[in-house]
């Protein structure tokens, strides 16, 4: 016995060696960037964003208060939360995927961003949005889904303490149901009750109360939001539909409760909601299920979901999919995600780097859970690919987005000598409100700030912009929005990577010595 134990740890010690010599590699092969200022900036993104009456420990000095009356005309307080991007509108779907990410990133890698001194500031972040969602479902059945809307919006450049466009709120409920926004709001704030279940019981499980809640909403009144929220559907049309945001929510609500009924509900709806058939080479705000696969292959590593085996195992055979998908290794260029000439990500010309953050997590969670598991190996079509090289793509990506591509540009706004200085950004583009609180009009923005050349007199920090075309090309150009615009989801996701690379590069520098 005692040998045999001797044998194990010998063999643990050695595997140990060899993953750190593997990081060694990694991380000595190619430029590291400061993944602690990446990290910090990236949550200075958020406060940037924020709508409503500003706190007292607002570190993005430029903003002010904003949407104060926001809801004033329906009844109801929907004063608070995020604009989405470089525009004022409040859209419900994408700002609690935003939320859901960032909870993810801190269950994931919250001893590592506690590490690097930013746990309190991505905790701040999720609650400004949990807040919001709290004010926001102002019944079981009832959840006020957008503030504001596009077609008024875009017509204005302004400042958001100036905004005179429509404060419009429009809402989801029996009769207009939105499951797919009201899932979506569930799975954020039951992922978020998971992060403030130590330092805030009693707030996780108000969170946790409306997640159960608005699950039960969006399952029992099924419907598309777009098709009652009509305003949305040039901005956040849900074209995956609602089924994967009800198997997103369930999941979370499983990891948030350990309810098996939630559980029961992903296993039962596996093959009729498309978590079992889908094979997807994205994982966006609209597309959840390639997320879904990833949360799904976790439970296998405990004895307790062994009684779903085949199932959950089917879940991890689509997310393999999408994780060899990533790194080029399915059959066929169809079945692979497209990369540009320097090596990204590159899924479509609007907004693109959403795809390179979301799929980089993946790539990275998934990482971590082969190296802890059995199978130290994922068997793609094309080949085996190992932890390693799961990590690798992942900081590969991460490091085109922070410099090291044929540009040399950082894309994360504010980091680095070299990033996008005009950012398609109403609140950035125009002196700040605390420089010059005189009223800027709605055409009067766009007449002397819009078609400016000259650099936005704002930086707003950690925003992570649309990004290079399939060619490794960038136009900094204020109108050239499809590039220039940032949105929330696009650096939530990056929040959990910044704080792992951080770690893993210290730990390596650690060993050396």
Known sequence: MGKMMMKKHTLSISHHCCFLLSLFSIFTSSKSHNYSDALYKSLLYFEAQRSGRLPHNQRVAWRDHSGLTDGLEQGVDLVGGYYDAGDHVKFGLPMAFTVTMLSWSIIEYGEYIAGAGELEHAMEAIKWGTDY?????????????????GYTDHYCWQRPEDMTTSRQAYKVDENNPGSDVAGETAAAMAAASVVFRKTNPRYSYLLLQHAQQLFEFADKYRGKYDENIEVVKNYYTSVSGYNDELLWAAL????????????????????RFGGIGWTITEFSWDVKFAGI??????????EKHQTHKSILERYQSKAEYYICSCLGKNN?????????????IYIRQWNN???VSSGSFLTMVYSDLLQKSNRKKLKCQMGDVTPQELLQFSKYQVDYILGSNPLNM?????????FPT????????????????????CTEGYDNWYGSSDPNPNVVFGALVGGPNHKDEFFDKRGNYMQTEACTYNTAPLVGIFARLHYLENAIL???Y
């Open 133 to 149: 969602f709290i004010k926001a479902h102002t019944s079981p059945n009832v959840l006020w889904a957008e503030v504001g809307d």
């Open 252 to 271: 979370w609500l499983y990891k948030a409760t350990d309810n098996h009924r939630y559980l029961r509900y992903v296993i039962d709806n596996a093959h």
């Open 293 to 302: 696969q990833v949360l799904a292959s976790q439970l296998l590593s405990e």
């Open 332 to 344: 066929g260029t169809k079945n692979n995600v497209g990369l540009t000439p320097g090596g990204l």
């Open 353 to 355: 780097m959403q795809y």
């Open 410 to 418: 950082s894309y994360l706004v504010g980091f680095g000598p070299k």
């Open 422 to 441: 005009r950012v398609h950004h109403r609140g950035a583009s125009i002196v700040s409100y605390r420089e010059n609180k005189g009223f800027i009009g």
């Open 510 to 512: 650690h060993a050396s």
